[in-house]
């Protein structure tokens, strides 16, 4: 008999785990709650991306990233693009920078150069023993600041880590946000001494190959092809259904879809799908909902994430000449509303456009909504007087603008996190059942790819 999968969760790693699992036979629905399938992967008509915007061409041994191995599966390669501007900025001390080098998300290694960047402390001495002990997890920001100094995290460790996560280097977690290092922290004795052999270890940057990528036309291409694929299988996607309620149902589950709440009596909760596995590629607090009644225990370790909601402001302009950088990063006490740019018409040959320049501008940080509950007009505004202020020119009014918001976007991984996600699991042991996507494993397209087949795996396995 053919068993069934509901996947809650139509984002890419929803989408992931349904390609896997239909490969290997499964008979797979997957239920999303929004309209759309992508998650926070977004094109616009135009071609124009709302959310993530690029992805990482391979996995720190050297191989192909698991975007790039979905991309090839696909038969999209010959739309695939690369950037053509050189690296970022980094706006520090009224100046707009070069990104410093040598170092891993803003950790220096010893041949990192800062001048006018940030002075660094001279603690980092060899103290007999590795810098982390063994299974030890601590902020980036804690780490770095006993080693670096202050400087070294609020002007270069902080805006990096801002970009991925929206967060503060204070409040994430070494083991989940640098792996790599944090397992080199653990065997060396000294912070730059750890960057080094991580640098010198990862196979993601230094082959001279392009590092990143995107698809012509947008990344919502890729959800469109594998969302093709997947309906060429059989898999049916139901979007605009919510999943209410988790219920043990013999050795399987009832999935409850629908309007109706989730402590709503049996009779009046929805409709009801039966499946025999479930995967839960959705964030963290509907996945501690539905976990609630079924697992509570698990349910309380994956409902501890926080997220941090960001503001993204799209303008086009005529008349106005960019820096070739891709973009630029600003700290956050740097006084920009802003917390980063990115040239979409410089970085990316495709977003050319003649006359005129496209570009987005970021906000948004973890425990600070102060700007995100502006009005999109006003955001706009700052927006436009930050990057006069960075290009050392006011700006005019833009031909175009668009603000999108993303509640709850980005994950905040704790200290501690990896190993409260490892006991989430552990506690759904004997259950039919697996977590997958950015709440547990990691944010990137990549990321959430690995999540989503290795969910998938486990299933199959089970």
């Known amino acids: 008999m053919t068993r069934h999968a509901v996947v809650v969760g139509g984002g890419i790693a929803g989408l992931a785990a349904a390609l896997r699992l239909s490969a290997a036979g499964v008979r797979v629905t997957v239920v999303e709650q929004a309209d759309r399938l992508g998650g926070k992967i977004h094109t616009r008509a135009d071609g124009v991306d709302t959310?993530?915007?690029?992805?990482?061409?391979?996995?720190p041994v050297g191989g192909p990233s698991a975007a790039m191995r979905l991309v090839e599966e696909l038969a999209l390669t010959g739309r695939l693009v690369h950037p053509v501007a050189g690296g970022a900025g980094l706006w520090v001390g009224g100046t707009l920078r070069p990104m410093p080098t040598g170092h891993v998300m803003g950790v220096p290694g010893p041949q990192t150069v800062l001048d006018g960047v940030a002075k660094v402390a001279d603690h980092d001495t060899d103290r007999g023993t590795p810098v982390l002990a063994p299974g030890e997890d601590r902020s980036v920001?804690?780490?770095?600041?006993?080693?670096?100094?202050?400087?070294?995290?609020?002007?270069?460790?902080?805006?990096?880590?801002?970009?991925?996560?929206?967060?503060?280097?204070?409040?994430?977690?070494?083991?989940?946000?640098?792996?790599?290092?944090?397992?080199?922290?653990?065997?060396?004795?000294?912070?730059?001494?750890?960057?080094?052999?991580?640098?010198?270890?990862?196979?993601?940057?230094?082959?001279?190959?392009?590092?990143?990528?995107?698809?012509?036309?947008?990344?919502?291409?890729l959800i469109d092809a594998v969302a093709a694929e997947l309906r060429s299988r059989g898999v049916e996607i139901r979007t605009g259904l919510p999943v209410r309620r988790l219920e043990r149902d013999g050795t399987g589950w009832a999935v409850y879809v629908g309007a109706a709440a989730p402590d709503a009596p049996a009779s009046v909760r929805g409709p009801r799908?039966?499946?025999?596995?479930?995967?839960?590629?959705?964030?963290?607090?509907?996945?501690?909902?539905?976990?609630?009644?079924?697992?509570?225990?698990?349910?309380?370790?994956?409902?501890?994430?926080?997220?941090?909601?960001?503001?993204?402001?799209?303008?086009?302009?005529?008349?106005?000449?960019?820096?070739?950088?891709?973009?630029?990063?600003?700290?956050?006490?740097?006084?920009?509303?802003?917390?980063?740019?990115?040239?979409?018409?410089?970085?990316?040959?495709?977003?050319?456009?003649?006359?005129?320049?496209?570009?987005?501008?970021?906000?948004?940080?973890?425990?600070?909504?102060?700007?995100?509950?502006?009005?999109?007009?006003?955001?706009?505004?700052?927006?436009?007087?930050?990057?006069?202020?960075?290009?050392?020119?006011?700006?005019?009014?833009?031909?175009?603008?668009?603000?999108?918001?993303?509640?709850?976007?980005?994950?905040?991984?704790?200290?501690?996190?990896?190993?409260?996600?490892?006991?989430?699991?552990?506690?759904?042991?004997?259950?039919?059942?697996?977590?997958?996507?950015?709440?547990?494993?990691?944010?990137?397209?990549?990321?959430?790819?690995n999540s989503a087949e290795q969910a998938a795996d486990r299933i199959l396995e089970g």
């Open 141 to 221: 920001g804690a780490v770095v600041r006993e080693r670096a100094g202050d400087e070294v995290v609020d002007h270069l460790v902080d805006p990096l880590l801002g970009g991925v996560y929206a967060g503060s280097a204070d409040g994430l977690s070494l083991a989940a946000t640098m792996p790599a290092l944090h397992r080199m922290l653990g065997e060396e004795h000294t912070l730059r001494g750890a960057v080094a052999r991580t640098t010198a270890a990862s196979r993601a940057h230094g082959s001279g190959a392009p590092v990143f990528g995107t698809l012509a036309g947008g990344l919502s291409g």
């Open 273 to 449: 799908l039966s499946c025999d596995h479930v995967v839960l590629a959705c964030p963290a607090r509907p996945a501690s909902r539905l976990l609630a009644q079924v697992a509570p225990d698990a349910a309380a370790l994956v409902g501890a994430l926080d997220y941090a909601s960001i503001g993204l402001v799209t303008l086009e302009l005529t008349g106005v000449e960019l820096p070739a950088l891709s973009g630029f990063l600003v700290p956050a006490d740097q006084g920009l509303t802003i917390k980063a740019a990115t040239f979409f018409s410089t970085k990316w040959a495709h977003h050319a456009r003649p006359g005129g320049v496209l570009l987005r501008a970021s906000v948004g940080r973890h425990g600070d909504p102060a700007a995100l509950q502006r009005p999109d007009a006003e955001l706009v505004r700052a927006a436009l007087a930050d990057l006069g202020t960075v290009l050392g020119h006011p700006l005019p009014a833009p031909a175009a603008a668009t603000v999108t918001r993303w509640g709850g976007g980005l994950p905040q991984y704790a200290p501690g996190h990896v190993d409260r996600v490892a006991g989430a699991r552990e506690l759904l042991g004997g259950l039919p059942l697996a977590l997958a996507g950015a709440a547990f494993d990691g944010v990137g397209i990549p990321a959430c790819v």
């Open 51 to 59: 959310g993530a915007e690029q992805f990482l061409m391979r996995d």
